[in-house]
């Protein structure tokens, strides 16, 4: 084994840890913010401008360590403001999200995954981006981004398709206002 690939799975793997704690104190402190009442308030304060908490919603709800707490802003704002608008707004602060993301994940694909993708084991895995199934790699990314899943599997996927950033803004767009706005109907049907 390469020393270097040695070094980063380390690295990779100190990273996961960090991100797992981050996730779980995400999670806790969106427990502790609908408990406390800060969301009603924050509503309270905004319940004139829907928009304002609708893409600050949209914008923290797309990353897997502070959807907890979007998803809680979200939930509230479905029950109060029509739907198109909370979908619409929501969606708009998901593609400044999904954009931060993305261009973080160029950098990540240089730093962690060309690594991994230099061992002769994991070779195999590098067929998808090198094959005729090349498609399906932005095709899977894009239903991810339009699910509840976090983004950020999705955007990873298109990333490493080299998907052009100039598409990313109106396909981001439109998937996550498709997505929101199924669940906003789900939800309202609960």
């Known amino acids: 084994m390469d020393n270097n690939f040695g070094k ?16 779980i104190l995400s999670i ?16 309270l304060l905004t319940q004139k401008i829907h928009f304002l908490s609708s893409f600050l919603a949209g914008l923290f709800f797309v990353s897997i360590f502070t959807a907890a707490p979007a998803l809680v802003v979200l939930l509230t704002l479905f029950a109060q403001a029509p739907l198109l608008e909370v979908s ?33 084991n ?3 895995l590098s067929f998808l981006f090198k094959s005729g199934l090349a498609w399906i790699v932005p095709v899977i990314g894009a239903i991810v981004i339009a699910s ?18 100039a598409l990313l803004i109106p396909l981001s767009l439109i998937l996550n206002f498709i997505g929101i706005f199924i669940f906003g109907l789900i939800v309202r049907q609960i």
């Open 8 to 23: 980063n799975l380390k690295n990779n793997n100190r990273s996961f840890k960090k991100d797992i704690f981050v996730l």
């Open 122 to 124: 994991a070779k195999r």
């Open 148 to 165: 509840p899943l976090p983004d950020e599997i999705g955007l990873a996927l298109l990333g490493f398709s080299r998907f052009p950033t």
């Open 88 to 120: 619409l707004f929501a969606a708009i602060g998901g593609v400044v999200g999904d954009f931060l993301i993305f261009k973080f994940f160029g950098s990540l694909r240089r730093l962690h995954f060309e690594a991994l993708f230099k061992n002769p």
């Open 28 to 43: 806790a402190a969106a427990f502790l913010i609908a408990l406390s009442g800060i969301v009603n308030d924050f509503l």
